[in-house]
Structures are given as C-alpha cells and as structure tokens.
C-alpha cells in the first residue's frame, strides 16, 4: 500500500497529464492546428485539471478497490 502524501501527490500528476492531453486532443480534432486552438486547449485545461483531479480522488480509490477484488 501506497502512503497517503504518495498517492494524493501521483493524483496530481495523473489529472493534470490527463486534462491536458484529453483537452489538447479533443480541442485539435474540433479546431485543427490554429491560434483558436491553442487558446481554447489552454483555456480548457485550466477548467477541466481541477475537475479531473478531483475525480480522480473518488474514481482512484474505486479503481484500486476493483483491481484489489480482481487479483485477489
């Protein structure tokens, strides 16, 4: 078992790679490589990374607890 500080600290990690890259993607599939997109990404990823890690502190705990069931 992961400590706590570890675990909340990988979190922060993981949404924030997560929020930027689902947002880069998502905004360059509906805007194509321009200055509009670069904007919208960034103006996005400051909205979703919050949301994304807060998610992640509920969405995480139930994942490790499916994965736990599954290979135990």
């Known amino acids: ?36 997109w670069l904007y919208t990404w960034m103006k996005h990823f400051i909205t979703a990374w919050p949301i994304a890690f807060v998610l992640s502190i509920f969405v995480g705990n139930l994942g490790f607890k499916f994965a736990n069931r599954v290979t135990s």
């Open 1 to 36: 078992m992961q400590k706590k500080q570890t675990l909340i600290i990988a979190q922060i990690f993981i949404s924030f790679m997560m929020a930027f890259l689902m947002t880069g993607i998502f905004s360059f599939i509906e805007l194509g490589l321009t200055k509009v």
